[in-house]
């Protein structure tokens, strides 16, 4: 009798696979083309497999939405200057991550499937939302200064001219974008101008 391996299930890396296979779904088709059969046939998994750990689309879904914040601020917070005094600390990070992203990598498309997500659902604006106002919350004494401001909404630009495909979405054009505002960032006059309130609600 020949004693086969015992292969140990693995939870953690199936529901990973489900959420790139998701992930994969949204970048190739759309957000309207995802469902469950879609992500189980790219996954190469049964529907009931999927369903045994996603008992649903909604939790599929959610499950993407917080692996991709998750990618999205681990990067952000691997970019923050060590300097915890300097400022616009967290909104200088928040812009490097994003003009430094290149969408023709496949890691990188998560923030494609961020953008899609935001414009097609307000329940995930709004937690997006709660995750930048956590940090900016975390960073108030560093980052509440006009100049922060605007660095967080060239960002915010970008990601919209990358959702659209526009003109200035080339990698070029975003590195000459990005070393203008670090050029902008680092005059004395400006980075340190500015009311260090606390932002509004909603305020990002």
Same mark, same amino acid.
């Not at 890691?107 to 998560?110: G, I, S």
């Given at each position: 009798m020949i004693n086969l391996p015992h292969r140990k299930n693995n939870p953690e890396a199936l529901r990973a696979? $489900? $959420?790139d296979a998701a992930a994969g779904v949204i970048i190739e088709h759309g957000l309207p083309a995802l469902t469950l059969e879609s992500v189980a046939r790219q996954a190469g998994v049964s529907k009931g497999g999927l369903l045994h750990h996603y008992p649903g689309k909604d939790a599929l879904v959610d499950g993407l939405f917080e692996q991709v914040v998750n990618w999205f601020?681990?990067?952000v917070e691997a970019t923050l200057d060590p300097d915890? /005094?300097?400022h616009g600390r967290f909104s200088r990070a928040y812009l490097q991550v994003i003009a430094g992203i290149d969408m023709s990598l496949p890691?990188?498309?998560?923030l494609a499937v961020l953008i899609?997500? $935001?414009s097609s659902d307000p329940r995930y604006c709004g937690l997006w939302n709660n995750w930048v106002e956590a940090r900016l919350d975390e960073h108030r004494q560093t980052d509440s200064t006009p100049l922060a401001r605007t660095l967080r909404l !060239? !960002? #915010?630009g970008l990601w919209l001219s #990358?959702?659209?495909g526009g003109p #200035?979405?080339?990698? !070029? /054009?975003r590195r000459e974008i990005l070393k203008f505002l670090e050029d902008l960032d680092a005059a004395p006059a400006l980075s340190v101008s500015g009311s260090q309130t606390e932002p509004h609600s909603g305020e990002r």
């Open positions: 696979k $489900l $959420l601020g681990g990067l915890e /005094t300097s890691e990188e498309k998560r899609l997500m $935001l !060239a !960002a #915010d #990358d959702l659209g #200035d979405s080339n990698p !070029a /054009t």
